[in-house]
Nanobody, 123 residues
């Protein structure tokens, strides 16, 4: 089993910054993609940013140029630096970890999610 824990949310004024962190722990064979998703009240969960094991990144159009995702493979951590925050960035931010295991010649990928951390951008 893999456990995923996020930290770093909070209340910030528009234009401010926050840094989210996420750590995967447990019996880990290989962590593949790691990413952050957000869910605003009454809306579906949506992609914010993802990063592959080799460091390739993907961002939603709404956060490009403002948010930066990074990871540390040895520590199984992923961070999200959020700058120039806007009220529309408000929501619960979830970390997702794709864990790969192998049985014989068959690869299995499982998604593990954290419990979420609240980010509120308001004056």
């Amino acid at each position: 089993q893999v456990q995923v824990v996020e930290s770093g949310g909070g209340l910030v004024q528009p234009g401010g910054s926050l840094r989210l962190s996420c750590t995967a722990s447990g019996i880990i064979f290989s962590i593949q993609d790691m990413g952050w998703f957000s869910q605003a009240p009454g809306k579906e969960r949506e992609l914010v940013a993802t990063i592959s094991r080799d460091g390739s990144t993907e961002y939603s159009d709404s956060v490009k140029g403002r948010f930066t995702i990074s990871r540390h493979n040895a520590n199984h951590t992923v961070n999200l630096q959020m700058n120039s925050l806007k009220p529309e960035d408000t929501g619960v931010y979830y970390c997702k970890v794709v864990h790969m295991t192998v049985a014989g010649t068959t690869r299995f990928d499982y998604d593990y999610w954290g419990q979420g951390t609240q980010v509120t951008v308001s004056s």
